[in-house]
């Protein structure tokens, strides 16, 4: 069928979370790179735990958390200073260098974010980027109470876009997002922009992209 | 509420997996931490993926595609023969050293166990460790295709000893599934053997256990 909406997820696939890295090492020299790690890993973990136990908090909440308890695993001081400055940079992320280009290519599509951000969180880094026009939806989970990969998230947007699920093109660098979009019944794209190893869920993405900038060709345009 | 019953975790709490990851560092000599280490990240991480895609699949072959990534990411082999000699060695675990003193201290009081393993994995360990007699009951999340923490999980161990969950105390060292267990509503008690760092999960304890053999006490046996 062909793909009358595209469907975007933000974190790491459109917006580049390595200036966070680096704030990380200028505020833990020596201990940012792993520190990072271990924040990005928990804030995932956390989200799928909470969504399992049925005790939904907003992304910006878990994120603090994950960022705490990555601290005190390392044995670093993690005072509301450190967190605010953070917690801050997330809402001013660049754009990958391609994606404002590859956007621009698909005007006249309905395009939409679907993140597990919450709407305090994704509504700033959209605006401080001038991608305000550009999205017909800014949709959050936190219409649901629940994360990603439930399918009760990726419902939301042939809701919001009044287009049928198998017509919706799905964008994800997260493995494990494309593959829930998947068995949702999206067709799926997925940006592998490092080379990463594709997880063993079962299921596979329709076409597997170098970057945003192959995504035009992809749905004719 | 004084408690009835006992609830045990299996893999890390009774069961000691320290055995797999020297079987790893024999068959990937210098790689065996590493790969353990990605192996049971994944492992967990799968579950939790899959159960909130609603696509269960039983604990073996979530152990063995988890295996197979963790191989695949390190650019190692991952053979039939080396897969079968790691699975199983899941089968033949030893409990912890305090694991059968401790549980002898509690008899007279229900016992069961309540595991993410299938049964075809669940039974030959308790079997090959002459615990058929121990438990009550050894209980699979596989009953209900979903998988810890989800509160239909915990709900069986209830429902099979016939005892109310406020008089349940549950043992874990996974502190995700204490943490779980607790939102259910059991009275739990986290296993920390290594000095593990509590993730920030909003819920603790009941109470931090250094080892099984300090349960009796607790429990007043």
């Known amino acids: 069928m062909p793909i009358r909406a595209l469907v975007f997820d933000a974190y790491g696939t459109l917006f580049d979370v390595h200036s966070v890295i680096d704030l990380c090492e200028q505020l833990y020299p020596g201990k940012g790179e792993k520190l990072s790690l271990v924040w990005r890993a ?10 399992l136990m049925a005790e939904y908090e907003d992304f910006q909440r878990i994120t603090e958390m994950a960022l705490r308890y990555a ?15 953070l917690m801050n940079a997330y809402l001013r992320l660049a754009p990958y260098p391609e994606a404002k280009g590859a956007l621009g290519r698909l005007s006249g599509m309905p395009l939409a974010i679907l993140s597990n951000g919450s709407p305090g969180m994704l509504n700033p880094v959209v605006k401080n980027n001038g991608l305000e026009d550009t999205f017909a939806h800014v949709i959050s989970v936190d219409e649901v109470k629940i994360y990603k990969p439930s399918p009760r998230v990726y419902e939301l947007a042939p809701k919001k876009l009044g287009v049928p699920k198998e017509a919706i093109g799905f964008v994800s660098s997260n493995y494990w997002d494309a593959v829930g979009a998947k068995a949702f019944g999206f067709q799926v794209f997925w940006i592998n922009r490092t080379g990463a190893v594709p997880d063993e869920l079962g299921r596979s993405p329709e076409a597997i992209l170098n970057s ?8 004719g345009r």
């Open 42 to 51: 928990k804030q995932l973990e956390y989200t799928w735990l909470r969504s």
């Open 212 to 219: 945003l900038a192959e995504l035009a060709a992809l749905v």
């Open 71 to 85: 601290c005190k695993s390392l044995g670093q001081p993690c005072d509301t200073e450190v967190r605010d400055t």
